[in-house]
Nanobody
């Protein structure tokens, strides 16, 4: 099983940028699909970006063109570069390894602490 630790969150003004990191343990990391989720209080966790083991990526519509997910298998790390941030991006961001099931993704691991991103207007 892969263990994942998120970092890189903080307070930023609107239209600013942040880069989140997801550091993973385990020798099978390079074969895993990894996703970034976000959650605000009272709402369901939302999957915002996925990077497959072959490097292909997918994004939810609200972040397309602003967020970029990437991976460095040598460092066992997945990044989420967030540009042109909006106050609506404010959330706790989590990463997890994923399993593709039909038309959806299933998170495989226990959730970590996440990293708080706050975007001020």
């Amino acid at each position: 099983q892969v263990q994942l630790v998120e970092s890189g969150g903080g307070l930023v003004q609107a239209v600013g940028s942040l880069r989140l990191s997801c550091a993973a343990s385990g020798s099978t990391f390079s074969r895993k699909s990894i996703g970034w989720y976000r959650q605000v209080p009272g709402k369901q966790r939302e999957l915002v970006a996925v990077v497959d083991s072959d490097g292909s990526t997918n994004y939810t519509d609200s972040v397309k063109g602003r967020f970029t997910i990437s991976r460095d298998n040598a460092k066992n790390t997945v990044y989420l570069q967030m540009n042109s941030l909006k106050p609506t991006d404010t959330a706790v961001y989590y990463c997890n390894s994923l399993l593709r099931s039909a038309s959806t993704w299933i998170a495989l691991n226990y959730w970590g602490q996440g990293t708080q991103v706050t975007v001020s207007s």
